[in-house]
Nanobody
């Protein structure tokens, strides 16, 4: 089992940047591929980005490609989401998740563990 705690959310103007962090504790961190999802009010949870167990593979949803970067530090049991050129449509609660089922999973059902989420609000 693994516990996940997100941080780094907040309010930012359009065009600005935020860096989300997710601290993991529990089982061996390198046993998990990691992902970020987001959920806006009234919408379904949406895949944002994923990174493989040792960081050699990443995958992004098209709407964030070129603006967001996922990375991980296995020595510190942490995964990050650097978000640049933020847009109002990026406003959502962002969740960190851990998966043992695939290399860079994109479906929520592939993830075994979830954090509590951190709010990101982008003002226009």
């Amino acid at each position: 089992q693994i516990q996940l705690v997100e941080s780094g959310g907040g309010l930012v103007q359009a065009g600005g940047s935020l860096r989300l962090s997710c601290a993991a504790s529990g089982r061996t961190f390198t046993a998990y591929a990691m992902g970020w999802f987001r959920q806006a009010p009234g919408k379904e949870r949406e895949f944002v980005a994923a990174i493989s167990r040792f960081g050699d593979r990443t995958y992004y949803v098209a709407s964030v490609k070129g603006r967001f970067t996922i990375s991980r530090d296995n020595a510190k049991n942490a995964v990050f989401l650097q978000m640049n050129t933020l847009k109002p449509e990026d406003t959502a609660v962002y969740y960190c998740a851990a998966s043992t089922t695939a290399a860079v999973p994109t479906a929520p059902t592939n993830y075994n563990y979830w954090g509590q989420g951190t709010q990101v609000t982008v003002s226009s």
